[in-house]
């Protein structure tokens, strides 16, 4: 959804920059068309330059807040991902206020490779990310279960991806020069 919202807000920049050269006849699209498609493609996804609108006034637009992020959270198409932000999510968003939604929202607008290897430590994030207060939440309680359930040789330095597969162990002439390929 990020992806597909990203490219809209550049065939927006291209359209308004032919609309200014008046080359376009068809990039006369007012801006109000443009920010009613982008909200009706990812109505609580956060933009630098649009402030995202919480209403916990109302019981029924709060639950229907809630569940439309657990389900962005749990349904990434990224099992790790999946398991990881789905159940920190069902534990935490009932608790959460305003600031605490707009940073979750944040997280689950990032890219599902980029997250993930930010948030088990083969990256290090961006300094925007690192302080969002919900992704270090999640990030420590990853690093905590790693940390717990798996000893440090098995995982790669900081930094480096992970190598993982049933053949790694193999060093001979035709074995693979990484992992199970």
Do not use: C
Not at 63 to 77: A, H, I, P, T, V
Not at 94 to 103: C, F, P, R, V, Y
């Amino acid at each position: 959804m990020a992806s597909f919202r990203r490219a809209l807000i550049n065939a927006h920049q291209i359209l308004s920059s032919s609309a200014l050269s008046n080359r376009n006849p068809l990039a006369s699209t007012s801006p109000s068309t443009f920010e009613t498609l982008l909200r009706w493609v990812s109505p609580y996804s956060s933009d630098s330059n649009q402030s995202l609108q919480i209403d916990f006034s109302n019981e029924e637009r709060k639950r229907r807040l809630f569940n439309r992020l657990l389900y962005r959270s749990k349904q990434r198409g990224f099992l790790e991902l999946d398991l990881v932000l789905g159940k920190w999510v069902e534990e935490h968003i009932h608790s959460m206020d305003e600031n605490g939604i707009k940073a979750l929202v944040h997280v689950l607008d990032l890219e599902n490779p980029d997250l993930w290897k930010w948030l088990s430590g083969q990256e290090q994030p961006p300094e925007a990310v690192r302080t969002n207060p919900v992704f270090s939440a999640v990030h420590s309680k990853v690093m905590n279960n790693l940390n717990i359930h798996s000893s440090p040789e098995t995982r790669a330095e900081p930094g480096k991806p992970w190598v993982r597969g049933w053949d790694d162990f193999k060093k001979g002439k035709y074995s693979p020069a990484s992992g199970n390929q």
